[in-house]
């Protein structure tokens, strides 16, 4: 076949894990044998079985994935939160293949490779943006460091002796304070992820709004919190107390000290996510959770 050689994909895997060095084969092997180029990063190719005609690219950068259409990555939630911030900074889809556990952000598990090549060579695919967060922070006026999250930037307590002491902000106005360990600001998409194991509530992808979820928070009010998508939510760390950690994706960290000021808005950038299936999110939801559904019978027809 000759019509797809203009077509390039790129292909993040995680080689340490065995199960992602045998997916990462039958991919490139699929992809070639269809007449698409393959690229992937030189420091993961010596971990993996690839053929010489697969492209390697020396420095991990947004530009490694110009002239791709597509990014796939294999491999846990970790790697698919590595892939995305490959994907936000190339503007280039992810389609994720689950190697892990529960995955919310991959689109296909790895008994689906075959049909993930598949769809991938027929162009069998949607693609829809996912709501992103820019995050900044402030110290004495200052801008001291800027970041963004796909699932959620987390204020934490940074040793486990004492609480983080913090007073939350929602547009401009104080809504409370309490000693915690820490307060989880997240997306939708970040819903099913830190902020759904610290009680939030689960959001399905097409609404558009902001959490504020309290971690383990010794107050009477310390409900979840779901605001406008346009909202400014901020977290202000007393000034009497030990410093904090910003975790962006539970991959970037910066120290807060105290005093410090944390703001969380809708992000500039979205992450692009390729789709091969039309399943509606509590399917999803479902599947992920094994949620018990038995007895069901459905609305009357």
Known sequence: MTQNRARTVFLLAHTG???????????????????????????????????????LVGEATPQCLDGCELLIVLGGDGTLLRGAEFARASGVPMLGVNLGRVGFLAEAERDDLDKVVDRVVSRAYEVEERMTVDVVVHRNGDIVHTDWALNEAAVQKAG???????????????????????????????????????????????????????????ALFAKPL????????????LPHIP??????????????PPGA???VRRGAVPVRLARL??????????????LPVSGWRGAPH
Do not use: N, Q
Request: aromatic residues 4%; contains cysteine; glycine residues 8%.
């Open 226 to 237: 779901v605001t406008s998508p346009d909202s400014v939510l901020a977290v202000e760390v």
């Open 261 to 263: 000021r944390v703001e």
């Open 243 to 256: 410093p904090g950690v910003l975790w962006c994706d539970g991959r970037r960290t910066v120290e807060l």
């Open 160 to 218: 486990a002796e004492k609480l983080l002491e913090v007073v939350l902000e929602i547009d401009g106005r104080p809504v409370t304070g309490f000693g915690c360990d820490g307060i989880v600001l997240s997306t939708p998409t970040g819903s099913t992820a830190y902020a759904f194991s610290a009680g939030g509530p689960v959001v399905w992808p097409e609404v558009e709004a902001l959490l504020m979820v309290p971690i383990s928070a010794h």
């Open 17 to 55: 894990r065995p199960a992602a060095i045998r997916s990462a084969e039958l991919v490139v092997k699929g992809l070639l044998r269809a007449g698409i180029g393959v690229r992937v990063l030189e420091a993961e190719a010596c971990d993996l079985p690839l053929p010489d005609e697969v492209e």
């Open 277 to 290: 299936h039309h399943a509606s999110f509590t399917d999803r939801l479902v599947a992920k959770f094994a």
